[in-house]
């Protein structure tokens, strides 16, 4: 498409229809990369990208200079679940329901 003056919004439409996740790697405070937001994308609102967090990364603390933590989910099931079902991948709802992190260490 390139050479073509194609409007802003139509292209921000073109982008959010073909994604349904945004993994969002990120650098913390002692330098490491995790994985600290994975979001999905609902669509447009106006000219504004709709997307709403469905695991995200909680630091809890920092020891010895590395930031400690744990990944949750959000409580949010996505939209596109009924696609994975019909695809054959079966994920337990309880998969997407937040719970209390296991403490192993204090």
Do not use: C, W
């Amino acid at each position: 498409m390139a050479g073509m003056d194609l409007p802003l919004r139509a292209i921000r439409e073109q982008i959010a229809s073909a994604f349904d996740l945004i993994v969002h790697l990120g650098r913390l405070a002692d330098g490491s990369r995790k994985i600290v937001q994975i979001a999905e994308v609902q669509g447009m609102e106006g000219d504004t990208v709709i997307m709403q967090d469905i695991f995200q990364f909680v630091q809890t603390t920092v020891e010895n200079g590395k930031v400690q933590g744990y990944f949750t989910p959000t409580g949010v099931r996505p939209k596109f679940y009924s696609r994975l079902e019909a695809a054959g991948l079966f994920i337990q709802p309880s998969t997407f329901m937040p719970t209390e992190p296991a403490r192993a260490k204090r």
